[in-house]
C-alpha cells in the first residue's frame, strides 16, 4: 500500500489556475482509473470533488476538473476562489485497499 | 440527505480497547460498501478499512490488520468498528464513509461524517 506522492503546497492569487500532482508508483495506480480528489477544510470532514479521474459529483463547481495519464494525476482549479483556500487529498483504489496522497495545503494570496 | 453519525471515541491506554459506531441516514444502507478513514493530529487522510454491501468481506489496512474488526447491521443502518491492542500511533479522528457506488465496493468514497476522535496515551 505505497502512498501517493503530492506537492506539500500550492498558491494562487483569485482568479488563476492551479495544478496539483498525485504521482502514484504502482502498476495498479496506472491500470485502475479510481482515482479521486478531496478537499478538507479545517476541523471539517472532507468533500469529495472528483471521482474515477474526472467526474464531478452534483454540486461541485465546474472549475474543479481531474485527469490522469500513466502514473500521475491532477486536479486543476480554474479561476481559483479565496473559498478554495483548503487542504486537498487524492485517494486511489488498488486491489482491495486505498491510499491517500500526503495532502497538498492550497494558498489563495 | 446522507447522513454519518459516528460516535464511541475516547481516551485509553495502550493495549486497551475501544468500539466505534457510526448510523446512517439518508440512502440504502444495504446497497453499499462502508468504509472508515482517520486522521492523525495535523496529518492527512490514511484509508482504515472497508465492508462489503452484504458484509460477506472486510479489508484492512496493513496498520491495522489483526487488530481492528469491522461489522454492519443493516437493520440498524449501523457500521461498527472494534479496535484492540490499541497504540498511541492510532490516535486520530476516526471518519466513516460511504461508498459511492451501489452494490460495488471498487472506487471512491463519497460522503463522510464529521468523525469521532480516539486518543491513546498512558
Known amino acids: 500500500q505505497s502512498a501517493l506522492a503530492q506537492p506539500r503546497s500550492v498558491s494562487g492569487s483569485p482568479g488563476q489556475s492551479i495544478s496539483i500532482s498525485c504521482t502514484g508508483t504502482s502498476t495498479d495506480f496506472a491500470i485502475y482509473n479510481y482515482v479521486s480528489w478531496y478537499q478538507q477544510h479545517p476541523g471539517k470532514a472532507p468533500r469529495l470533488l472528483i471521482y474515477d479521474v474526472f467526474n464531478r459529483p452534483s454540486g461541485v463547481p465546474d472549475r474543479f476538473s481531474g485527469s490522469k495519464s500513466g502514473h500521475t494525476a491532477a486536479l486543476t482549479i480554474s479561476g481559483l476562489q479565496p473559498e478554495d483556500d483548503a487542504d486537498y487529498y487524492c485517494?486511489?483504489?488498488?486491489?482491495?485497499?486505498?491510499?491517500f496522497g500526503g495532502g497538498t495545503k492550497v494558498t489563495v494570496l | 440527505q446522507v447522513h454519518l453519525i459516528e460516535s464511541g471515541g475516547g481516551a485509553v491506554q495502550p493495549g486497551g480497547s475501544l468500539r466505534l459506531l457510526c448510523e446512517a441516514s439518508?440512502?440504502?444502507?444495504?446497497?453499499?460498501?462502508m468504509h472508515w478513514a482517520r486522521q492523525a493530529p495535523g496529518k492527512g487522510l490514511e484509508w482504515v478499512a472497508v465492508i462489503t454491501y452484504d458484509g460477506s468481506k472486510t479489508y484492512y489496512s496493513d496498520a491495522v490488520r489483526g487488530r481492528f474488526s469491522l461489522a454492519r447491521d443493516d437493520s440498524k443502518n449501523s457500521l461498527s468498528l472494534e479496535m484492540n491492542s490499541l497504540r498511541p500511533e492510532d490516535t486520530a479522528i476516526y471518519y466513516c464513509?460511504?461508498?459511492?457506488?451501489?452494490?460495488?465496493?471498487?472506487?471512491?468514497?463519497?460522503?463522510w461524517g464529521q468523525g469521532t476522535l480516539v486518543t491513546v496515551s498512558s
Open positions: 485517494c486511489s483504489y488498488a486491489a482491495n485497499s486505498w491510499v
Open positions: 464513509a460511504k461508498g459511492r457506488d451501489v452494490v460495488v465496493t471498487v472506487g471512491t468514497m463519497d460522503s
Open positions: 439518508g440512502f440504502n444502507f444495504n446497497d453499499h460498501a
